[in-house]
């Protein structure tokens, strides 16, 4: 095992008993077991700044996080009227941009955007916009992406969408992710299109890459609580509930918008989200036990 780091030193340190995988913050560079890392689900495909740990089980870093609800959280999510899930890393495993980005042989920069964006380092409409533009997506690489890599959706989530359909609670997916992507998995769990909020990739004619929707809520910063407050004029709902892993479904928590946000660590565990979750989970189960 190597000795600890000076703070001059750039360093990458794999500790397989508990999957985790971190980076020291003063370099760009990327961890040089990155694609190696592309075989372990559970850590993702690269290792990113130290906004960002994976692992299986929850760890010291988490001893602020909520990981019990309060009664007063216990109720909100009892008695919420809709859900709105977040998409990459919580309803789903994957983080869809990052994982096209790998498939388009652009993964490493793409990711290092994400973590930035989700971490809450940039406005998420600009680190969008640059990942997009490095990407430079066509219509015909996204159909190819599509063929060969199926949503991978995280378990106990069919179980928990039924649970609270039965129970007269909405799901919607609010997402930054892209409807290309998100309609199907919504389709498949019984969850109506009409329910996604998410952004639209924009074509030319020749299907080369044209952009993004500027108008879809999730978009830019702030998108997802926009969204939810158009939810709520819409349906008449008091009470929902957010879920996800980033900082853009924290964002979603306003007093008008999510009573609550619950967050999720079961793919990617970021510790300063963690902290400010009204309740914090590393699995699904324990919500639908909960209901």
């Known amino acids: 095992m190597p000795s600890a780091p000076t703070s001059s030193s750039h360093w990458c340190v794999l500790d397989m008993s508990h999957l985790r995988c971190r980076w020291s913050p003063v370099t760009a560079v990327f961890c040089p077991i990155s694609h190696w890392l592309a075989r372990i689900p559970v850590l993702r495909h690269q290792c990113r700044s130290n906004h960002t740990v994976w692992r299986s089980q929850p760890q010291s870093m988490t001893a602020t996080a909520q990981l019990e609800p309060t009664p007063k959280v216990l109720e909100a999510w009892r008695a919420a009227q809709a859900v709105c899930f977040d998409v990459d890393s919580t309803f789903c495993e994957d983080e869809s941009i990052d994982e096209i980005a790998v498939f388009l042989g652009v993964g490493d920069q793409v990711a290092a955007l994400t973590a930035s964006a989700m971490g809450g380092a940039v406005l998420f409409q600009d680190a969008l916009a640059a990942r997009l533009n490095l990407m ?102 008091q009470r929902i509930v957010m879920v996800g892993d980033g900082a853009t479904d924290l964002e979603a928590r306003q007093p008008d918008a999510a009573s609550i946000f619950i967050g999720y660590g079961g793919v990617v565990e970021r510790p300063n989200i963690a902290a400010q979750a009204d309740w914090y989970v590393y699995s699904i189960q324990p919500l639908t036990e909960a209901l």
Request: charged content about 25%; hydrophobic content about 40%.
């Open 136 to 237: 430079a997506l066509s219509q015909q690489k996204l159909d190819e992406f599509l063929k060969v890599h199926p949503a991978r959706i995280s378990k106990g989530i069919p179980e928990l969408v039924k649970k609270l359909q039965s129970s007269g609670k909405a799901v919607f997916l609010v997402s930054g992710g892209f409807r290309q992507l998100i309609h199907p998995i919504a389709e498949t769990l019984g969850i109506p299109v009409s329910n996604v909020y998410a952004n639209q990739l924009l074509f030319k004619e020749d299907g080369s890459y044209a952009g993004f929707d500027p108008e879809e809520f999730t978009s830019r910063s702030g998108g997802k609580a926009a969204a939810i407050r158009e939810i709520k004029a819409r349906y008449g709902y």
